[in-house]
C-alpha cells in the first residue's frame, strides 16, 4: 500500500509564496515520477509539475518561472516551491505518483490540499 501525504497550502494574497510538500510512503514503493496537479472549481485537473526519478522535470506553461519542483526521489520526498501567486492559482493541489511495489506497478494520488490565492 503507497500512502501520499500533502502538506503546505494555505490562504495567500496575490504575489506571496507557498511551499507544498508531498512524501510517498510504503515499505517497497519505488518511485519513478512524482509530480503536482490541480483541479479548480468547474475545471478539469491539471498537471502542474513533475519530477522523475532521473530529475527530469515538466511544467504547465501557466506556472513556468514561478513555481518550482524538487526533492529526493529515493526517499520519495517532492516539494512544489510557489512564488508570485495569482488568484488563477487558486485550485486543490493534488500530489501524484507512480513507480513499482513487489505487488507491481501503481499510481497513486493524495487527498489534496487548499490552496486560495486571494486578490
Known amino acids: 500500500q503507497v500512502h501520499l501525504a500533502e502538506s503546505g497550502g494555505g490562504l495567500v494574497q496575490t504575489g506571496g509564496s507557498l511551499r507544498l510538500s508531498c512524501a510517498a510512503s510504503g515499505a517497497t514503493f519505488v518511485s519513478n515520477t512524482i509530480g503536482w496537479y490541480r483541479q479548480a472549481p468547474g475545471k478539469q485537473r491539471e498537471l502542474v509539475a513533475s519530477?522523475?526519478?532521473?530529475?527530469?522535470?515538466n511544467y504547465a506553461h501557466s506556472v513556468m518561472c514561478r513555481f518550482t519542483i524538487s526533492g529526493d526521489m529515493r526517499k520519495n520526498i517532492v516539494f512544489l516551491q510557489m512564488n508570485d501567486l495569482k488568484p488563477e492559482d487558486t485550485a486543490v493541489y493534488y500530489c501524484?505518483?507512480?513507480?513499482?511495489?513487489?505487488?507491481?506497478?501503481?499510481?497513486?494520488w493524495g487527498r489534496g490540499t487548499q490552496v486560495t490565492v486571494s486578490s
Open positions: 519530477i522523475s526519478r532521473g530529475r527530469d522535470t
Open positions: 501524484n505518483a507512480d513507480g513499482s511495489t513487489t505487488s507491481g506497478w501503481g499510481e497513486y
